[in-house]
């Protein structure tokens, strides 16, 4: 299983940015999928997540301004991310975890090495 994320930058508070999360070992079809995120001192938190039947979670603090989406032809999970302020910097990891039956496991088994995202004001 591999998750390769890419996308992140330096930018602007007010731009946008598309993080893109390559994957491959396993599919969407049996897999929830989301997008975490880590700033230094604080905990990780899930920014938006997408399960197998394509429910979509968003933390209230991007809900509205972000936008997750699977493509499930080239298995590339995005993150569209728009209107970023400067509380978005932090480090932003896709994470995958496929079901075991008909349960998720508690924990996210797979995830990406992260991409940086940078916003200054």
């Known amino acids: 299983v591999q998750l390769v994320e890419s996308g992140g930058g330096s930018v602007q508070a007010g731009v946008a940015l598309r993080l893109s999360c390559a994957t491959s070992g396993f599919s969407f079809d049996v897999s929830e999928v989301g997008w975490f995120r880590q700033a230094p001192g604080k905990e990780l938190e899930g920014v938006a997540i997408?399960?197998?039947?394509?429910?979509?979670r968003y933390a209230p603090s991007v809900k509205v301004r972000f936008t997750i989406s699977k493509d499930k032809s080239t298995n590339i999970l995005y993150l569209q991310m728009n209107k970023l302020k400067p509380e978005d910097t932090s480090m932003y990891f896709c994470a995958a975890r496929p079901l075991i039956g008909t349960e998720y496991p508690a924990q996210w088994p797979y995830w990406g090495q992260g991409t940086q995202v940078t916003v200054s004001s």
């Open positions: 997408i399960n197998i039947g394509d429910i979509i």
